[in-house]
């Protein structure tokens, strides 16, 4: 678990616009999301990658400049956009579940302050 960490488990139907950086334990003010340590995650992507979705919302440079392999980017400004940011995650989440996805990971920018 990593104090300040945005790679944080969410159910794929569960994704609501973020405020500010939530102060963990995350469990307790949103018992559907929380964090995954590292080692879970590279488990859970090797085990089966259709059951784990990767949400990259850093900004464009920081994705070029490494990435989690099959995540889908999208940066949180453009996410966050009110004319084309929740059809887009709409569409994503439902394309996850469809998929049979049960965990949606989303790495952010403060995911690099563990």
């Known amino acids: 678990r990593f104090q300040g960490d945005c790679l944080a488990?969410?159910?794929?139907?569960?994704?609501?616009?973020p405020s500010a950086p939530p102060a963990l334990p995350l469990e307790e003010e949103e018992p559907e999301a929380g964090a995954i340590s590292v080692e879970e995650l590279v488990d859970?992507?090797?085990?089966?990658?259709?059951?784990?979705?990767?949400?990259?919302?850093?900004?464009d440079a920081e994705?070029?400049?490494?990435?989690?392999h099959g995540a889908t980017h999208l940066a949180s400004e453009a996410l966050l956009d009110d004319n084309s940011g929740e059809a887009w995650?709409?569409?994503?989440?439902?394309?996850?579940?469809?998929?049979?996805?049960?965990?949606l990971v989303v790495h952010c920018m403060y995911a690099q302050n563990r």
Request: net charge positive; charged share 30%.
């Open 9 to 17: 488990r969410a159910a794929p139907g569960a994704m609501r616009r």
């Open 44 to 59: 859970r992507l090797r085990a089966d990658r259709g059951s784990t979705g990767v949400l990259d919302v850093r900004t």
């Open 63 to 68: 994705f070029a400049s490494g990435r989690i």
């Open 89 to 103: 995650a709409r569409d994503y989440l439902t394309g996850l579940a469809s998929a049979g996805a049960d965990l």
